[in-house]
Every structure is written in C-alpha cells, then in structure tokens.
C-alpha cells in the first residue's frame, strides 16, 4: 500500500495544523492507521492510531491535542494538531498497521513524511 502524507509546515506555537495521509487500495475501510513522528536524533514514536471500526488511541504527551479521523470515501486519514509546541517539530509519517487487544501496532508499510515545525 502507497501512503503520502502532506500538510506540514511552519507554524507557530499555540497553532494549529491538519495533516491528511492518502493510500492507495481499494480497501482502505478495512486498513488500521496510524500517525508517527520523528524528531532530530530521536526515535521515531507512534502519536496516533485509528482502527477499521474507528477505535482511536493517543500518546500520552499529546493526548488532548490531538484527533485523528478517517474518511474512507477519500482513502485518507487526518491529524488534527493543536495548541501545538515547539517539540512538537518533528517529521510526521502515516503508516498502515493492524489492531490488537493492546491496540494499534505499526507495520514496515510507512509513506513519505511531512514536516511540521513549530517556532517559539
């Protein structure tokens, strides 16, 4: 599955930005997602996930800022990212994964990131 991810850019702090991941398919109803970034120097960590059915969980250090969406019609996932902070910078990737009783986990199946700089 091919995943782009756009809508970064340079915002400035207490801002707000939607980033949008299209993929390809013909079956993305049925595709988990998931939101990941990675800053410079540091590992890349999961933000975001929603499953097929449209169970949703959020990393603690940006839970309440954050809400992603699907819309399946558009074969696109969406993050919606407030109030947003300068360690917030970072390279913002989607990825197609799966769905367990623990929640979503990432798969090697990443797109092409987008970046999001937050300024002071």
């Known amino acids: 599955v091919q995943l782009q991810a756009f809508g970064g850019g340079l915002v400035q702090a207490g801002g707000s930005l939607r980033l949008s991941c299209t993929a390809s398919?013909?079956?993305?109803?049925?595709?988990?997602m998931g939101w990941a970034r990675q800053a410079p120097g540091k590992q890349r960590e999961l933000v975001a996930a929603?499953?097929?059915?449209?169970?949703?969980e959020y990393t603690d250090s940006m839970k309440g800022r954050l809400t992603i969406s699907r819309d399946n019609a558009k074969n696109t996932v969406y993050l919606q990212m407030n109030s947003l902070k300068p360690e917030d910078t970072a390279v913002y990737y989607c990825?197609?994964?799966?769905?367990?009783?623990?929640?979503?986990?990432?798969?090697?199946?990443w797109g092409k990131g987008t970046l999001v700089t937050v300024s002071s």
């Open positions: 990825n197609k994964g799966g769905w367990r009783l623990r929640g979503y986990y990432p798969t090697a199946n």
């Open positions: 398919g013909s079956t993305f109803g049925s595709y988990d």
């Open positions: 929603i499953s097929s059915g449209g169970a949703t």
